[in-house]
């Protein structure tokens, strides 16, 4: 599952460095899929959406940091556990009910965007 940003967050930035897939972004910072990943031009998800990997999105927050659920792999492949929630000074790094994914399924989207490592 991915990691969601509550609204408990003060904005300190902590998070964003630590995030190995770039899946964290500022409130109201557009974000990419190729940003911090391997992803470039027209790309199928592993889900089949088909998207441009360079095109600018809609931020999902316009006020707090955010992580995009498509990024986010909770740093499996990269490390024993989400790095943001490990830095986080207030807790507010958690569990996204509404994205639940397998480590298996995890492991295959950290394997898609970086399909060097």
Known sequence: MAIIITDECINCGAC?????????YE???????????SLDGKVVLPDGKEVDADEAQEPISDELYYIVPDKCTECKGFHEEPQCAAVCPVDCCVPDDDHVE????????QRFMHPED
């Open 16 to 24: 964003e460095p630590e995030c190995p897939n770039t899946a964290i």
């Open 27 to 37: 409130g109201a910072d557009d974000w990419r899929y190729k940003d911090g990943t």
């Open 102 to 109: 397998t480590e298996e399924e995890l492991l295959g989207k």
